[in-house]
């Protein structure tokens, strides 16, 4: 079969989150099942970079490291607004943003050469995949699939509802083109049921709405950093560690979570709040509500080597964006990894967290929540309840057996039900019914 993903943002944009490396994983699977994938993006790799053949950035003071270079496709007819390369055998297409920064502020991924080019590509492509939603690389692969009459499907990575900000250029998208891009789709892909419900709220046909949850890359788990790397190196000793890992955005709750942690702090006044993940916009407000909590802070993401010697006396430690051995010696060295979301969709931090073996919390409104909760393999907490949240942090550091039973129900959840293999025959189940 030969398919087309696109999306706004991909290897190895992960300042982005979880999006670009879900449907990375996605592909590579499909490419090991034998599929012909081809994966048109844009160049944005972070707020400040692009990507381009070199793939070339500086990197946090938390090593960050650099990805391999990406060789150019020797049949490729790149010019100046796009070129072509091979990763784990899928075919991407970069194509130039107008504005970098246009496309990480607010979202707005303008790409010229782009329309005219995928209608070309469509001559030989089965399916189409549109990840995200509300993009104008989707309404220009919706006009090109009616005129071609290829089928087309849509992940919205639960962007389907018009919240947390922009609600207006949401509105305005969705009556010039969405509510028809969403007509013409043969199926949307709903992450959890709680997405699922939120595409029926959005008037969608129970019919066209098929479940498939996001996958787990099992194999990076297979070897894991020594217990203590992350602890040593910072001098943090037997010090409980509370872990927050993803996007410093409002809609993940940080402020909440600071909020609880001041309070837990009464009762273990050496705990160390550690908040890891690239700033999207609300990180002026954690440092501020952690400075109104009289918490010591530190922030690492762009401090030299020397500055490292203040983490020992801090409360919270920023991090910066994280990846690779420093994301798995975190997660292996935090007690908890907490999720206080307003609102979440399919995360995959709670999954990592348990395949390194440390127990998670998690708030109600994440859409995982339910198969967490139904499978044993966490703690669930109110959503924006600061007490509640201490509270079940609280239950797991006061009894840590109970938490590890918990972890190993959460690894046998995600070998069982969300490995790669799995996931990827799914939607190539979906697929051919399109």
């Not at 081809?38 to 381009?52: A, C, E, G, W």
């Not at 995200?132 to 992940?155: L, M």
């Not at 890359?217 to 070897?223: E, G, K």
């Not at 967490?372 to 797991?396: Q, T």
């Amino acid at each position: 079969m030969n398919i087309m993903q696109i999306i706004p943002y991909f290897y190895p944009a992960w300042a982005y989150g979880g999006t670009p490396r879900v449907v990375f994983d996605l592909c590579k699977e499909m490419v090991k099942q034998g599929q012909n994938v081809t994966v048109y993006t844009t160049d944005t790799l972070d707020k400040n970079t692009r990507i381009n053949q070199a793939v070339s950035y500086q990197p946090s003071a938390i090593s960050h490291p650099k990805p391999e270079p990406l060789t150019p496709n020797p049949e490729s007819r790149g010019s100046l607004f796009h070129f072509d390369t091979e990763i784990d055998g899928i075919k991407v297409r970069y194509f130039r943003n107008i504005s970098n920064r246009l496309a990480f502020t607010q979202k707005l991924f303008l790409t010229p050469g782009f329309t005219s080019l995928i209608k070309e590509e469509l001559r030989n492509t089965d399916i189409v995949h549109l990840q995200e939603y509300r993009t104008f690389q989707n309404v220009a692969a919706w006009k090109a699939c009616k005129q071609r009459g290829i089928s087309y499907v849509i992940s919205a990575h639960g962007a389907i509802m018009k919240i947390m900000g922009r609600e207006k250029r949401k509105g305005l998208f969705d009556m010039c083109f969405g509510l028809r891009i969403i007509r013409d789709a043969r199926k949307l892909i709903a992450l959890t049921e709680l997405e699922k419900r939120q595409y029926l709220e959005f008037g969608i046909e129970d019919k066209k709405i098929e479940v498939v949850p996001s996958g787990v890359d099992i194999s990076q788990f297979h070897t894991l950093p020594p217990k203590g790397t992350f602890r040593k190196k910072y001098g943090l000793g037997d010090y409980p560690v509370i872990l927050f890992l993803g996007r410093i955005h409002r809609i993940k709750g940080i402020d909440v979570l600071i909020d609880a942690f001041a309070d837990l702090r009464r009762e273990e006044p050496k705990a160390k709040l550690i908040i890891a993940g690239p700033d999207d916009g609300f990180k002026k407000d954690c440092g501020l509500r952690s400075a109104e909590c009289g918490l010591k802070q530190v922030d690492l993401s762009n401090k030299v080597e020397g500055e490292k010697g203040k983490v020992r006396e801090a409360d919270v430690i920023f991090t910066g964006m994280v990846s690779g051995e420093e994301k798995f010696s975190l997660y292996v060295d935090a007690d908890v990894t907490v999720l206080p979301s307003r609102y979440e969709n399919f995360p995959s931090v709670p999954f990592e967290s348990l395949m390194c073996g440390t127990p998670v919390v998690v708030s109600e409104a994440c859409g995982v929540a339910g198969m967490i909760k139904n499978a044993g393999a966490g703690y669930i907490a109110k959503a924006e309840d600061m007490g509640d949240l201490k509270e079940k942090i609280r239950e797991v550091l006061d009894n840590m057996e109970k938490a590890r039973l918990s972890v190993e129900k959460g690894q046998e959840l995600v070998k069982d039900q969300l490995n790669w293999c799995t996931i990827a025959q799914k939607m190539l189940q979906v697929y051919k019914g399109c």
